[in-house]
């Protein structure tokens, strides 16, 4: 969906980050990159929890007086409702502090465009299978800190089950650390052919250190995605099945557009208060 320039407001990616893994961020600058060569904002920049610049920097960091702030997150939950609204000092949809508007968009994992990009994701790794002989699985971390923070994957799986265009024979939803478990993919999973796509925004220390290690293909974790060629070894013989992996769908270079989607839904939601005025 086309968004409307805006050329005296900054962008704000909001990341994770990373202290273990070289990888985590690269995505998040990628995505930054695309929105910047479009010329819609007066700046682009990236803010993170874990690296530099944090998001305490955020005010420091340009000299704009409007900013959009879009968490480059999977789906709603502590970090997204907790920790960015408090580094920020946010109250609301939109928060005039220190000087500066600050909007504040939903995260890119719960944008319902996700879904095409989790199907053309599956269908890159498993070009020749048949989806009708084949279970889709997305996997994601799981946690008890926000029950939030799964539904986005149920809500992207159960969009994925109504797609008429590409059927699987099934679509389930599984995490690391809470039922169901990832590395009982193999008796989830009732079909020849199984693909499973991370549904994270980089290749770290989960997708490519992690759940390789859980799947069964790797019998310990690994280095980091930079240094490895984890995903080009397709497809994986477990259990009798075939076993396609896929890297994360935040590493998708379309997850650019998903941004301004949100940005765009949030100008549509809260018009009253983000009108253009530049």
């Known amino acids: 969906m086309p968004i409307t320039a805006k050329p005296q407001a900054a962008l704000f990616i909001a990341g994770h980050g990373s202290t273990e893994n070289p990888d985590s961020s690269a995505p998040y600058f990628d995505h930054a990159d695309e929105i910047r060569k479009r010329g819609l904002f007066a700046e682009v920049n990236c803010i993170f929890w874990k690296e530099e610049p944090s998001f305490r920097e955020a005010w420091y960091l340009t000299d704009c007086e409007e900013i959009y702030v879009v968490p480059d ?40 465009s996700m879904t095409q990009l989790l199907l053309r994701r599956a269908k890159e ?21 926000n029950p939030n923070s799964t539904k986005a994957i149920k809500d992207q799986c159960e969009l ?17 650390e809470e039922q169901p478990f990832i590395a009982d993919w193999h008796t989830l999973a009732e079909t020849l052919n199984v693909v499973v796509v991370p549904f994270f925004i980089s290749d770290g220390l989960h997708s490519y250190q992690d759940i390789p290690v859980l799947l069964g293909f790797e019998s310990e974790v690994g280095a980091a995605a930079s240094q490895r060629e984890v995903f080009r070894h397709n497809p994986h013989e477990l259990h009798g099945r075939k076993l396609y992996y896929s890297s994360a769908i935040g590493t998708e270079r379309l997850i650019a557009d998903v941004i301004l989607d949100q940005i765009h839904d949030f100008d549509q939601l809260h018009s009253n208060n983000a009108n253009d005025t530049h």
């Open 73 to 112: 997150f999977i789906s709603e939950g502590y970090f997204t409702q907790d920790v960015i609204p408090r580094e920020l000092e946010l109250t609301g949809p939109t928060t005039t502090v220190r000087g500066k508007t600050f909007h504040y968009c939903a995260p890119v994992g719960v944008h319902p």
């Open 125 to 145: 790794v498993a070009p020749d299978v048949d989806p009708a002989q084949t279970t889709l699985i997305i996997v994601g971390h799981g946690t008890n800190l």
């Open 160 to 176: 994925l089950r109504q797609q008429t265009e590409i059927p699987y024979a099934a679509v389930l939803d599984t995490y690391m």
